[in-house]
T-cell receptor, first 115, second 110 residues
Framework: EAEVAQSPRYKITEKSQAVAFWCDPISGHATLYWYRQILGQGPELLVQFQDESVVDDSQLPKDRFSAERLKGVDSTLKIQPAELGDSAMYLC?????????????FGPGTRLTVL | GQQVMQIPQYQHVQEGEDFTTYCNSSTTLSNIQWYKQRPGGHPVFLIQLVKSGEVKKQKRLTFQFGEAKKNSSLHITATQTTDVGTYFCAGHASGTALIFGKGTTLSVSS
């Protein structure tokens, strides 16, 4: 069964450093999502792509976070500079379309610890 | 903005007991989805409800969508240790992103 791939699985960094996460969605899935999940809470959407275009980045802290999906396939989420409060699980998900009722398939996530 | 609330936050049961988690939205939803996240894992889609008053079953799991499409519930009959995890509801209102609740964490002792 096809899966969403993410790397790295774990990342430890010091505050003020730059970090980057990579996601490869399920083949053929047009929509890609980046979520942040703080321990004990549900995932919160950071950014949503439809192919290579950003559909929703209203919750993305744009002063330090950036995301791209240049060829409409895989995607990178970057944080620069990282802050202590950025420690969380960063989940990538993909779905076939953006109808709003599509099943989202999540990757294993990247656990970020900022020291 | 739209909020999705879940109760209880935690629930511990003895194996064989029933379990229910409730989800309430501040706005009317187009659909509601349920996900399960095992400890150390990632959310896995369980089901989607779309119609007012809809009830769906998956083996021992029963999902309901309220008549006003603002609330939902997940009921597990005769829990097993394999049911351990956090159950999230996620609501989608028209034109908005999917909003996740904080989840209900279920623990089961044998």
């Amino acid at each position: 069964e096809a899966e969403v791939a993410q790397s790295p699985r774990y990342k430890i960094t010091e505050k003020s450093q730059a970090v980057a996460f990579w996601c490869d969605p399920i083949s053929g899935h047009a929509t890609l999502y980046w979520y942040r999940q703080i321990l004990g809470q549900g995932p919160e959407l950071l950014v949503q792509f439809q192919d290579e275009s950003v559909v929703d980045d209203s919750q993305l802290p744009k002063d330090r976070f950036s995301a791209e999906r240049l060829k409409g396939v895989d995607s990178t989420l970057k944080i620069q500079p990282a802050e202590l409060g950025d420690s969380a699980m960063y989940l990538c998900a993909s779905s076939l379309a953006t109808s709003g009722g599509d099943t989202q398939y999540f990757g294993p996530g990247t656990r970020l610890t900022v020291l | 903005g739209q909020q999705v609330m879940q109760i209880p936050q935690y629930q511990h049961v003895q194996e064989g007991e029933d379990f229910t988690t409730y989800c309430n939205s501040s706005t009317t939803l187009s659909n509601i989805q349920w996900y399960k996240q095992r400890p150390g894992g990632h959310p896995v889609f369980l089901i989607q409800l779309v119609k007012s008053g809809e009830v769906k079953k998956q083996k021992r799991l029963t999902f309901q969508f309220g008549e006003a499409k603002k609330n939902s519930s997940l009921h597990i009959t005769a829990t097993q240790t394999t049911d351990v995890g956090t159950y999230f509801c996620a609501g989608h209102a028209s034109g908005t992103a999917l909003i996740f609740g904080k989840g209900t964490t279920l623990s089961v002792s044998s």
